[in-house]
């Protein structure tokens, strides 16, 4: 069995392999460059940490696409991803619905809990273009589709979210283990639970408009707004935590009634066609 046949045979586990040992594998590589005695990341640190993540899911999925499926598979990959006819509503959740929510439970934490929690204004937020963008060419534009075409998508959103989940993991220890100590595996739990949650969402929204220019949306207002709004200078590292709590809760709400809807509330456009 050749490498094309494999991928073919079991493309969605092909592309996490590849994508967890691109990024990690990097990450690796730049810590042993930057940092080989393990010191605490340094901005520059991150910077460079930040760069195998951006790049690895759009290169497993492109490259993937092109051994599996060669110059059509490219250009059905490029139809998903420019996709933009869709009803103004799905621009309207991609944009809103995070930047909103997050505010929301700053506000409300300001208010109830302590003003450290103020909204603030962070160039950081622009960081997020750029992961919504790349990234989204293995995440939606291949895995996605094929889990799919084998689960709904509430399985398909869980597979992939608790997958793009710990897929951070690396990454967020070397940021943020040392300054989290002992209290990092918590604060990445809560990371990961409410990433899942709206990984489910992006899936959904996928299925029912197959724009994969939606899904880039949605990925780069999660993290543009997660960096835009929190004041982390202001708060503690349990403070932070608190906030993945409640927007955890939030989004798993989100999910449930989005699973309780009718099925065919939800049903998807139909499929594009690449010529």
């Not at 810590?31 to 393990?38: D, F, L, N």
């Not at 990454?171 to 943020?176: E, L, P």
């Not at 543009?224 to 809760?249: K, M, R, W």
């Amino acid at each position: 069995m050749n490498l094309k046949s494999i991928v073919e045979r079991h493309a969605v586990w092909a592309y996490f392999g590849l994508v967890f040992a691109l990024a990690w594998g990097g990450i690796f590589l730049v810590v042993q460059t930057v940092s080989p005695s393990g010191d605490a990341a340094s901005p520059a640190m991150i910077g460079i940490v930040a760069l195998p993540m951006l790049l690895a899911p759009g290169l497993a999925g492109i490259t993937l696409t092109a051994l599996a499926e060669g110059r059509a598979g490219l250009r059905a990959l490029w139809a998903r991803m420019t996709h933009w006819r869709v009803d103004a509503r799905w621009y309207l959740v991609a944009l809103f619905v995070m930047p909103l929510a997050v505010l929301a439970i700053l506000a409300g934490l300001a208010l109830l809990v302590t003003p450290a929690y103020a909204p603030v204004l962070s160039l950081l937020g622009v960081a997020g273009l750029a992961a919504g963008y790349l990234e989204e060419f293995g995440w939606t534009g291949f895995a996605t589709p094929r889990l799919l075409s084998v689960r709904g998508p509430l399985a398909a959103g869980l597979v992939l979210g608790v997958l793009w989940g710990l897929w951070h993991g690396l990454a967020d220890y070397v940021i943020r283990g040392h300054t989290h100590g002992a209290f990092w595996p918590v604060a990445f739990a809560l990371f990961v639970l409410a990433v899942t949650a709206w990984r489910v969402l992006m899936v959904w929204v996928y299925h029912t408009t197959q724009s994969g220019l939606v899904a880039q949306l949605m990925h780069f207002s999660y993290t543009g707004s997660l960096a835009l709004f929190i004041p982390l200078d202001a708060i503690s590292h349990a403070q932070d935590a608190l906030i993945y709590v409640v927007l955890a809760v939030a989004l798993w709400i989100g999910v449930a009634a989005l699973a309780l809807r009718p099925r065919r509330a939800i049903e998807p456009q139909a499929e594009l066609s690449v010529k």
